[in-house]
């Protein structure tokens, strides 16, 4: 099965509430996730959107997944296979942050044939600017005002 997905994450203050939106175009028409946390950061909304997409589609599918995430496209991407043989450190030696979702994105994408695009943010992209607008709904009942 074949599937587009668009991915976002947002954050009011960083770190602070967040939220992260998915929207998943497959055989069976769209369907919009989202999702948030009270005290969060950017970088891991945008994680835990690529996480949850990944996640709520069968198993072996081919995915063009689009995000406007140059810390997540870069890190899955290209980054990751040498986190990995350095025991999960950067190139500094430093514990890779945020280790556990990017472990946990390694694995959802160990599951499917996965397509990494990238696209810029609020740049008039139909797919981002809903996945952007479905990870600031995320974010809500964790604002107050």
């Known amino acids: 099965m074949k599937y587009e997905i668009f991915t976002d994450g947002a954050c009011s203050g960083n770190p602070g509430p967040g939220g992260w939106g998915v929207l998943i175009n497959g055989p069976n028409g769209a369907r ?16 835990m959107a690529a996480i949850e997409a990944l996640g709520a589609v069968p198993d072996g599918a081919e995915i063009r997944l689009v995000t406007d995430s140059v810390y997540v496209k870069d890190g899955i991407t290209s ?36 397509e990494w695009v990238w696209v810029k943010g609020h740049a008039g992209n ?20």
Request: charged fraction near 20%.
């Open 32 to 47: 919009d996730l989202c999702g948030g946390a009270p005290s969060t950061t950017n970088n891991q909304m945008e994680l």
């Open 79 to 114: 980054w990751i296979n040498n986190w990995k043989l350095r025991g999960w450190k950067t190139a500094a030696g430093k514990p890779v942050k945020n280790i556990e979702l990017w472990k946990a994105l390694d694995a959802a994408c160990a599951r499917h044939t996965v």
């Open 126 to 145: 139909a797919g981002n600017e809903h996945a952007d607008a479905l990870a600031r709904r995320g974010m809500e009942p964790f604002c107050t005002n």
